[in-house]
């Protein structure tokens, strides 16, 4: 990597904030669990707000509960860069809490080395990304930008059975500024990549293009729960057996369609859940992604289909929710330009690539010119407590945010 006189941020201090940010909710092995709006998601709330404070940001929280850390410097919208601090149940370091925090160390190292933007900057964490706890996911970023009503959002029930509003204020984040929220001037998110193509193909830098569409859905399967030894096999109604051929037909789809089509059923639940009973219900969830919106829709219409003939062929009666439907999202190609020639001057290993993973900045991209830098996953491991980035990558990629941001600030669009 080639080291220039170009504006860089204080590495020692981002990594180090990493691992204090790590502790709260620390699994013990390296993750953390900050599952939105607990009480670990407070206290990581704290202290990025308490840094914000250190560096004099007007800091504001809106109605869904986003945290903005403005520095406002210059004239007109921000440019803003952020992303989230919630995990799932079995989080990385690096998952949402790496763009939020070199977006601090942005502005912190712009201010220490006398850097004055002429357009304000701004760094958002948005409530609830991950969705583990709350659907659907990106929920603070798609309210921000107005798709989804605040009241309907507020409604939503957790896994556990709390409604989102109620947890808001329990923790004192229900914020008072409006949603949605004002366009920021441009947008760029730095993430991990959370897959294995930047490593497996020796990249530095993905120049982020944009992200896949996504469809959740929980479906019910309700059968007839019944003793397992005295039932004979052809007069069972057993949604185990229907979750678990759910499961193979989501891996036969994406087999048959190859390409960037993926599928996984991520949670079975089977009530009640013993050894020697046929369940009652089974409640599954499905996950399906692909680039292409048509495709997506096939796979979805093959899913139903399949889902009323094994109604017919077990005597199980299978009714859905649908969590989450984004459909696939496409960056400005004017930001990815950016992106990718900061990025290339630092080192010329830079990659276009979309995102498989859904982000916040799908959701801004509706409302300003966005895009994304991604820095590589080693092992392409994510949403697991191995989760790992070289730690010259963390701070290149932190580098190269800087420099996006300020360019963003002279660009008009
Ligand atoms: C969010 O992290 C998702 O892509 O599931
Ligand atoms: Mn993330
Ligand atoms: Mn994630």
Redesign the pocket.
């Known amino acids: 990597m080639t080291t220039t006189n170009r504006p860089s941020i204080d590495g020692q201090r981002l990594l180090q904030r990493l691992d204090a940010l790590a502790d709260i909710g620390s699994t013990g092995d390296g993750g953390s669990c900050r599952l939105a709006l607990t009480d670990d998601d407070k206290a990581g709330r704290d202290l990025v707000v308490s840094w914000m404070r250190d560096l004099d940001l007007d800091v504001t929280i809106d109605a869904i509960g986003n945290v903005f850390g403005t520095w406002s410097v210059g004239q007109g919208s921000p440019v803003m860069t952020g992303s ?1 601090i919630d ?2 149940r079995t ?1 990385g370091k690096f ?2 809490n790496y763009g939020v925090l070199a977006g601090l160390e942005v502005i912190a190292s712009c201010q220490e080395q006398g850097i004055t933007p002429t357009r304000p900057l701004s760094v958002g964490v948005f409530t609830d ?2 969705g583990a706890r709350f659907a659907p996911d990106m929920l603070g970023s798609l309210v921000y930008v107005g798709g989804m009503a605040l009241e309907e959002a507020l409604d939503v029930v957790s896994i556990d059975g709390k409604r989102l509003g109620d947890e808001l204020a329990r923790i004192g984040y229900a914020g008072s500024s409006p949603c949605p929220g004002p366009s920021p001037h441009a947008f760029v998110e730095l993430h991990i990549e ?1 897959g294995p193509v930047l490593e497996a193909e020796n990249f530095i830098f993905g120049a982020v293009t944009g992200v896949q569409g996504i469809s959740w859905q929980e479906l019910t399967i309700v059968g007839q729960s019944n003793h397992a030894g005295t039932t004979p096999m052809n007069l069972r109604r057993d949604p185990a057996y229907v979750a678990g051929m759910m499961a193979v037909y989501l891996r036969e789809i994406a087999e048959r369609f190859g390409g960037d089509q993926v599928c996984t059923v991520g949670k079975i639940d089977l009530h009640p859940n013993l050894i020697n009973v046929i369940p009652a219900r089974a409640t599954v969830t499905l996950d399906v992604r692909n680039t292409d919106e048509d495709t997506l829709r096939d796979a979805e219409h093959l899913i139903d289909t399949f889902c009323f003939q094994i109604e017919q062929d077990e005597g199980v009666s299978i009714s859905k929710r649908q969590l989450a439907r984004f459909e696939p999202v496409e960056f400005d190609p004017r930001v990815v330009d950016i992106v990718e020639r900061h990025a290339a001057a630092v080192d010329d290993r830079v990659r276009r690539l979309p995102s498989g ?2 982000h916040d900045a799908q959701m801004l991209a509706r409302v300003c010119p966005t895009a994304m830098i991604f820095v590589p996953s080693k092992d392409g491991i ?2 697991n407590p191995r989760e790992y980035t070289d730690p010259e990558q963390l701070v290149e990629g932190a580098n190269v945010l800087m420099r996006v941001m300020l360019e963003l600030t002279e660009t008009e669009f």
Do not use: F, L, N, R
């Open positions: 989230h995990t799932v989080g998952d949402g990304e991950e959370q993973a859904g994510s949403h």
